[in-house]
């Protein structure tokens, strides 16, 4: 039987195809006998091509990086399963989680503690002790008394936690924008620069220059006093043996010279540049925080920081400029602490594309840009590479996903004239087409206004097709999947419609919103298609009632004279007692 590649095969599983008769297809199965052998709403992930995806990024980090270690942790809040977690982890990668659930799920697939993550900004004791129990690699702190609870938790088990600080560092994104800011209002991280602070000393981060010898090898001085009390012509500082056992406040420095003017007539603007934009950051609460990791360095070790900027972001430039910052923090960092940080975590973000008009990050590219900014500035800067990190998720498991819905009632609305569709053209008309899902099962088009499509999916359908907006059964007028897309005139009652790029946050996100049940995920691959995930059972919902039954209940199963026995019983439990 012959069969045909998806058109807009970006954004549909590498599986997918279409036979003779038009009927979608995963890696040879019609999608009709999925839902006939599965039940419907169904979400299909195809295994491969997760696979293949998870360990191309993990090659593109690898390529963009050859002189230093890259190390990909797979975002377990896009989609995670036991299944889900062997196969990235066989791909090289390692699993972020930040909740017990998402804990339990990546060790009981096998994963050893020194590749997994524990991320969150409200962590509890018990998810700090299993981390540390377990090995974690990596626990990202996320606020200022964290390193406190964590060290005590570290040293109760007698364990010495891995740590990365977690920075808020003024660059959110999203799309082709991004913005740059001092301080960021939200839940996540520690601020790079203090309230208040003028961003506009980070500004040379647009122009890195080589930095002078001078510059690049930044040090570290006494006190702050000392240096107002010292001249260019100061005796050098006091051996380690004449020094006090107990550490002096560090100031900053930026010369090999003991101190630095930065009036002197010989101190390049460039030079001047970076010392103000290292001041402005040794002023932040980042690099206080950094500080105190380091003050328990019995308990725990700190492997680096931390960042992430956004989500669906298209290119590198927003990477680029919070790398730099980042980068920024860890020069620092050095020169007040003599500490060199040994990784830097740029997060995730990595865009894909929902529907054949927008954009998916090619990550070949934009990890080489980003690289080369990377190494840019460290040389400029005297300072080793770092590891570099990344959190991809949705660019894994995404595209690699898709839902299958029956089609239930078709309703054609009149508009008013004047109403046009979403390319500019009249319409007079909006045809809805009602599925067996919805919003319980896909909740970001009504979250966050997400745009998909949808696709006939058990055969060709008319040539001629109609504007239409594919929507739930829930008693919800915001209960959409798809705004617009186009399909076929003869669209009817039990014909399938398959919506791509689900894999990430729809059975993750799911809910029992009006009582609706979990759908199935399942796996299908070149070998088999077989159930991720089991579809919720209407004995799993009322299993988690547990209220007495009622007196119609208690009516079905019982004669009128039990039934006047059973509520007088119950009247007598809860009567009113007279005196105390």
């Given at each position: 039987m012959g069969c045909d590649r998806m058109e807009d095969s970006g954004i549909w599983p590498q599986g997918v195809d279409r036979d003779d008769q038009g009927s979608l297809r995963m890696h040879g199965r019609p999608v009709r006998s999925l839902l006939d052998r599965f039940g419907s709403p169904l979400y299909v992930l195809d295994t491969d091509d997760l696979r293949s995806r998870a360990a191309r990024f993990v090659t593109a980090a690898t390529r963009a990086f050859p002189t230093t270690t890259t190390h990909v942790s797979y975002a377990g809040k896009a989609f995670l399963s036991k299944e889900v977690v062997r196969l990235v982890l066989d791909a090289g990668m390692s699993v972020d989680t930040c909740t017990m659930g998402e804990m339990r799920i990546a060790l009981a697939a096998g994963?050893?503690?020194?590749?997994?993550?524990?991320?969150?900004?409200?962590?509890?004791?018990?998810?700090?002790?299993?981390?540390?129990?377990?090995?974690?690699?990596?626990?990202?702190?996320?606020?200022?008394?964290?390193?406190?609870?964590?060290?005590?938790?570290?040293?109760?088990?007698?364990?010495?936690?891995?740590?990365?600080?977690?920075?808020?560092?003024?660059?959110?994104?999203?799309?082709?924008?991004?913005?740059?800011?001092?301080?960021?209002?939200?839940?996540?991280?520690?601020?790079?620069?203090?309230?208040?602070?003028?961003?506009?000393?980070?500004?040379?981060?647009?122009?890195?220059?080589?930095?002078?010898?001078?510059?690049?090898?930044?040090?570290?001085?006494?006190?702050?006093a000392r240096d107002e009390r010292c001249s260019a012509s100061s005796p050098p500082l006091p051996s380690p043996a004449s020094s006090p056992a107990a550490p002096r406040p560090r100031a900053?420095?930026?010369?090999?010279?003991?101190?630095?003017?930065?009036?002197?007539?010989?101190?390049?603007?460039?030079?001047?540049?970076?010392?103000?934009?290292?001041?402005?950051?040794?002023?932040?609460?980042?690099?206080?925080?950094?500080?105190?990791?380091?003050?328990?360095?019995?308990?725990?070790?700190?492997?680096?920081?931390?960042?992430?900027?956004?989500?669906?972001?298209?290119?590198?430039?927003?990477?680029?400029?919070?790398?730099r910052r980042m980068m920024l923090l860890r020069k620092t960092f050095y020169a007040t602490d003599a500490i060199t940080l040994p990784e830097v975590d740029l997060g995730g973000g990595f865009s894909v594309a929902y529907t054949p008009d927008e954009d998916s990050m090619d990550v070949d590219v934009e990890l080489d840009r980003l690289a080369t900014a990377i190494r840019e500035a460290n040389t400029a800067w005297g300072m080793p590479q770092p590891i570099i990190s990344f959190e991809p998720g949705r660019w894994i498991v995404a595209p690699a996903g898709m839902t299958l819905y029956r089609v239930g009632v078709i309703k054609t609305v009149?508009?008013?004239?004047?109403?046009?569709?979403?390319?500019?053209?009249?319409?007079?008309?909006?045809?809805?087409v009602s599925v067996d899902g919805g919003m319980s099962d896909n909740i970001r088009p009504a979250l966050y206004g997400a745009d998909y499509t949808a696709m006939l999916a058990n055969r060709t359908g008319s040539s001629w097709t109609m504007t239409c907006r594919?929507?739930?059964?829930?008693?919800?007028?915001?209960?959409?999947?798809?705004?617009?897309?186009?399909?076929?005139?003869?669209?009817?009652?039990?014909?399938?419609?398959?919506?791509?790029?689900t894999g990430a946050y729809g059975r993750t996100m799911a809910s029992n919103y009006n009582q609706a049940l979990f759908p199935a995920v399942v796996?299908?691959?070149?070998?088999?298609?077989?159930?991720?995930?089991?579809?919720?059972?209407?004995?799993?919902?009322?299993?988690?009632?547990?209220?007495?039954?009622?007196?119609?209940?208690?009516?079905?199963?019982?004669?009128?004279?039990?039934?006047?026995?059973?509520?007088?019983?119950k009247g007598r439990r809860r009567a009113p007692r007279n005196g105390p």
């Open positions: 994963a050893p503690g020194r590749r997994l993550v524990l991320h969150g900004n409200n962590k509890s004791d018990e998810e700090i002790t299993l981390a540390v129990r377990e090995g974690f690699s990596k626990i990202v702190i996320d606020e200022t008394s964290e390193p406190a609870r964590i060290a005590a938790i570290a040293r109760s088990e007698g364990r010495r936690a891995r740590v990365m600080l977690r920075v808020t560092c003024g660059i959110h994104a999203g799309g082709h924008e991004y913005i740059s800011t001092a301080h960021e209002d939200q839940k996540f991280g520690v601020p790079l620069l203090a309230p208040g602070t003028d961003a506009s000393a980070l500004d040379m981060l647009s122009h890195i220059v080589p930095a002078s010898p001078a510059a690049a090898n930044a040090r570290v001085g006494e006190t702050a900053l420095r930026h010369d090999v010279r003991y101190p630095f003017d930065l009036h002197a007539v010989d101190v390049s603007s460039s030079d001047r540049e970076l010392a103000q934009a290292m001041q402005a950051v040794a002023d932040g609460p980042a690099l206080a925080v950094l500080q105190e990791i380091a003050r328990h360095g019995d308990d725990l070790e700190l492997v680096g920081i931390h960042s992430h900027i956004g989500s669906q972001i298209h290119d590198a430039s927003a990477f680029i400029e919070a790398a009149p508009l008013p004239a004047g109403t046009l569709d979403g390319r500019g053209r009249p319409l007079d008309a909006r045809v809805y594919v929507v739930g059964m829930h008693c919800e007028s915001g209960d959409i999947l798809v705004h617009e897309c186009q399909l076929p005139c003869d669209i009817r009652r039990g014909d399938i419609l398959a919506i791509p790029v796996g299908v691959g070149d070998d088999d298609a077989h159930v991720m995930l089991r579809r919720q059972t209407m004995e799993d919902l009322l299993g988690y009632d547990l209220a007495e039954p009622t007196i119609m209940a208690v009516e079905a199963s019982m004669g009128v004279e039990a039934i006047i026995d059973v509520a007088a019983e």
